[in-house]
């Protein structure tokens, strides 16, 4: 018999906060420029659109491994070069739908069963995918400062709709 934790959320408000933040993050996505999007960095920090190819090999490929079961390597190389920012709003778009997707196949008890993440993590999948989130706010916090060195002002961050 498999004991539950307590629960503080419930996993539909925590997909409405992961995706909360997945739309803010495509906010910031659509306020570069396409250049600077592919060219700018500050400190030798990547560009936002190297930042944004690691979010999209976490997201999908982390929450279908955890669904699947299955334990794959992490890897930031796409099927396909993306070129300009349009190709990372499109992939933005699908991998949110391929999200809410694998998310229905996710059992209560799954959140606190253990998941090798790509072969590197293992952690209970709730805290597999904190560290989605936890990775993408980080890497979001770099984009508003980039934005705003270009002059650009940045989304509020509270602003997840």
């Given amino acids: ?18 995706q909360g933040h997945r739309a803010l993050t495509r906010r ?5 420029p396409e250049k ?11 560009t936002f659109s190297k930042m944004a190819d690691e979010l999209l090999a ?6 279908k491994g955890i669904v699947t079961k299955e334990v794959k390597a992490f890897s930031e190389e796409a ?9 990372y709003l499109e ?18 008890e799954d959140f606190n069963e253990n998941f090798n993440l790509f072969g590197q993590y293992e952690f209970p999948v709730i805290q597999n995918i904190l560290y989605f989130i936890d990775n993408e706010v ?8 980039y934005l705003r060195a270009l002059g650009i002002e940045p989304p509020f ?5």
């Fill in 1 to 18: 018999m498999k004991t539950l934790a307590a629960q503080v959320i419930t996993p539909e408000d925590l997909l409405k906060h992961w």
């Fill in 28 to 32: 910031v996505i659509e306020l570069f």
């Fill in 36 to 46: 600077d999007f592919f060219e700018f960095s500050i400190g030798g920090m990547r």
């Fill in 58 to 63: 976490i997201a999908v490929p982390g929450l």
């Fill in 79 to 87: 099927s396909e070069k993306l070129i300009f920012k349009a190709q």
């Fill in 91 to 108: 992939k933005w778009d699908e991998a949110t739908a391929e999200i809410n997707k694998y998310w229905e196949k996710l059992s209560i």
């Fill in 138 to 145: 980080h890497h979001r916090g770099q984009g508003y400062v």
């Fill in 157 to 161: 961050f509270w602003e997840r709709q």
